[in-house]
């Protein structure tokens, strides 16, 4: 079963083109990583998909529902969940403190993952999948 797929998705920055015509599909029961240079579009594409920010064209489909234009809430309900780049969270609590906290309080359940400090997470929580973004 196709758990996340994204058909020609497009985003772009003034002349940049950080996204260009993306098909990405993530199947049930995967483990995916995304790996690129620098520039390559990768944090791009997270944010595309966790809804922060919006694709000049193209189309997201979760679980065969298209979710291109539903909000960030909308998609946290439906188990969209990414964290962000931030190593420091709370200077009194360790690494894995933080990221057991993070886990547990943003997905509202485990989430199998590895959390490398300068990695973007992206979890569909439902199924408790995740797949890793090298930054």
Do not use: Y
């Not at 020609?8 to 995304?34: H, M």
């Not at 485990?110 to 199924?127: E, I, L, S």
Request: hydrophobic share 40%; glycine share 6%; aromatic share 8%.
């Amino acid at each position: 079963m196709t758990l996340l797929k994204t058909v020609n998705l497009r985003k772009q920055f003034g002349e940049t083109r950080a996204c260009d015509g993306v098909n990405f599909v993530v199947n049930q029961g995967e483990f995916l990583s995304l790996v690129g240079s620098n520039g390559a579009g990768k944090t791009t594409l997270v944010n595309l998909i966790s809804a922060h920010l919006q694709p000049d064209s193209g189309q997201i489909l979760f679980e065969d529902r298209d979710i291109t234009f539903a909000t960030v809430t909308d998609r946290i309900k439906a188990g969209i969940v990414r964290s962000f780049q931030i190593v420091n969270l709370f200077d009194g609590l360790s690494f894995s403190t933080m990221s057991r906290c993070r886990s547990s309080r943003v997905t509202a359940r485990p989430c199998r993952w590895r959390p490398w400090p300068t990695t973007t997470m992206m979890c569909v929580a439902r199924q408790s999948k995740c797949w890793a973004s090298s930054a």
